[in-house]
């Protein structure tokens, strides 16, 4: 069954340094996302990406965030300084129309 | 504007037996519904979803109750195994975003 994957799995990194988290959505799907989830609360959306453009970001995106598809394959989220409050759980999703399937996350802590 | 608890509800049930999750949506303009299972240290994992046309879907051993009149989700499960342990979390899309808006999450525990 095909699945998102998403690589590192964790990412340790100084404040203000640059982190680039990978995401490969599943091969059809036509939507990518990025969410996030600091621990212990809830999953919250960062952005959703479609046909080479965002198409739609929450509050948290801000001009510290960016996303790329540099291929046919890859889905990329780069935080370009990054703050101690960046620490979380960074989950990919795709979908080919409206169910979103997620990756298994990669864990992020800024130190 | 949403509250974010660090509190999640919990629910303990005996392995076998039937557990109800609920959920409370906020925006009545949501059209379609989403539950979500995540295991401990793993992204979430779609279990049923539901459109806002509908008011029951059944999977297999999951069944999604949504009542319209007063924004009202629900998860069933039924003879519950320990691998049905998790977190569950519903979600709801608003007809023409993209955007799923994640509610607190319950945390489930089955007892043998």
């Known amino acids: 069954e095909p699945e998102v994957t998403q690589t590192p799995s964790h990412q340790v990194t100084q404040m203000g340094q640059e982190v680039i988290l990978r995401c490969v959505p599943i091969s059809n799907h036509l939507y990518f996302y990025w969410y996030r989830q600091i621990l212990g609360q809830k999953v919250e959306f960062l952005v959703s990406?479609?046909?080479?453009?965002?198409?739609?970001k929450s509050e948290i995106f801000d001009d510290q965030f960016s996303v790329e598809r540099p291929d046919g394959s890859n889905f990329t989220l780069k935080i370009r300084s990054t703050k101690l409050e960046d620490s979380a759980m960074y989950f990919c999703a795709s979908s080919r129309v409206e169910t979103q399937y997620f990756g298994p996350g990669t864990r992020l802590l800024v130190l | 504007g949403e509250s974010v608890g660090l509190h999640l509800p919990t629910l303990s049930v005996q392995e076998g037996d039937n557990s109800i999750i609920n959920c409370a949506y906020s925006n009545s303009a949501s059209d379609y519904f989403i539950w979500y299972k995540q295991e401990s240290g793993k992204g979430p994992q779609f279990i049923i979803d539901i459109r806002s046309n509908m008011d029951k879907r059944q999977g297999q051993r999951v069944t999604v109750l949504l009542n319209k009149t007063v924004k009202h989700l629900s998860l069933q499960i039924a003879a519950t195994q320990p691998g049905d342990s998790a977190v569950y979390f519903c979600a709801e899309n608003r007809q023409g975003a993209q955007k799923l808006v994640f509610g607190q999450g319950t945390r489930l525990t089955i007892n043998p």
């Open positions: 990406f479609y046909n080479n453009e965002i198409s739609e």
